[in-house]
């Protein structure tokens, strides 16, 4: 809640109440020195939002580590506890005191001013100059973002899906999620098997060559086996959802080429599937067994088998990677209250 003080000064500086909101998340607002900027407060804490449009490019990845820093070297001044820079725009935590906040908007701006970062005039969701139209005022969560008309629509329209969109029972969900991951990765490391039992001394008959390095996408193939094993039973993502596709995705693999290449060693040499349990038929492939003198006659198959696993474990890591970036791409924050006005701009 916004003190009584802060209130008044953030008056003073042409900010208005935004009315719509519970006295919980109330805030602040005002076009300041260009920008839409939203003040609110909790606990001790004033949360400084400046919303602008900024779009991927190398030249605005410089300037987002230009003004990344230049708000680091204000951290001691104005008590500055965290801050981001987003595409959407500008967050400041800060523990400053009432008085110091019109030093730190001005200074903000000024430095979102210097890096030429386009303002109040464009839409923050499409970057669109808004023509003759007033635009719009999208609260959302207690931050304000301005749109044009159309943003704002699909802004509502996004609202309601996440709205009614099933949410799991955490616990619950997660443990779906986790468990239904690993049932991928089996899946997954079934496949290897299948693939050095069957597939691979079959196409090796038709004689089309050594054909292992191309299965070693099948550590991609239980990546996505793990994480659509956790993204269907769960719709949560956070650190457990991380952990478990990329330890599913990378054991299973490993498990997969390791007992892969074992079991059709087997095969291949038309040993009986007792024979496991003689430990030199594991070592063949974890350490070189050949002795000096007739390295010549045999093959070396641990070489050839840390080559294969390595290249698996790197497919796995490839596609986990994949999959957890488009994560944090989806995992936008949920939409708890939305509200809309026309904002008109002097
Ligand atoms: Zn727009």
Not at 75 to 94: A, E, H, V
Not at 240 to 247: E, F, L, Q
Not at 289 to 311: M, Q, W
Request: proline content about 2%; glycine content about 6%; some cysteine.
């Amino acid at each position: 809640m916004i003190s009584k003080n802060l209130s008044n000064i953030l008056d003073s500086l042409g900010f208005t109440s935004s009315n719509n909101s519970s006295p919980k998340d109330s805030n602040m607002y005002s076009v300041y020195n260009g920008y839409l900027t939203t003040v609110s407060c909790n606990s001790n804490k004033v949360f400084v939002y400046f919303n602008f449009r900024f779009i991927e490019s190398d030249e605005n990845n410089l300037k987002k580590y230009n003004i990344s820093n230049s708000v680091s070297s204000m951290m001691n001044k104005y008590d500055i506890s965290d801050y981001s820079i987003t595409s959407t725009g500008l967050r400041i935590t800060s523990a400053c005191n009432d008085e110091s906040i019109a030093e730190l908007l001005d200074e903000c701006t000024s430095l979102l001013l210097g890096h030429n970062v386009r303002g109040a005039e464009y839409c923050s969701e499409c970057g669109n100059k808004f023509g003759s139209r007033n635009p719009k005022k999208v609260t959302i969560n207690s931050e304000n973002y301005i749109m044009c008309e159309h943003c704002a629509v699909m802004a509502i329209e996004d609202s309601k899906k996440i709205d009614n969109e099933p949410v799991n029972e955490d616990s619950k969900g997660k443990a779906k999620g986790v468990i239904f991951s690993v049932l991928g990765g089996i899946i997954g490391f079934f496949l290897y098997v299948l693939a050095y039992t069957v597939i691979i001394p079959w196409i090796k008959e038709l004689k089309l060559g050594d054909v292992r390095y191309i299965f070693c996408a099948l550590g991609c193939v239980v990546a996505v086996l793990a994480y659509f094993g956790y993204r269907i039973f769960c719709k949560k993502i956070d650190t457990t959802a991380y952990v478990t596709i990329s330890i599913s995705s990378l054991i299973f693999a490993a498990l997969g080429q390791l007992i892969g290449s074992v079991l059709g060693f087997i095969a291949e040499g038309g040993y009986r599937f007792s024979s496991l349990l003689n430990k030199h038929f594991w070592l063949v492939h974890l350490r070189n067994t050949i002795p000096e003198e007739s390295a010549g006659e045999f093959i070396n198959r641990s070489a050839e088998f840390y080559k294969l696993f390595g290249i698996s474990m790197l497919f796995a890591a490839i596609g986990t990677a994949i999959f957890i970036l488009t994560l944090k791409e989806k995992s936008k924050p949920k939409i708890k209250e939305i509200n809309i006005e026309t904002l008109k701009l002097s």
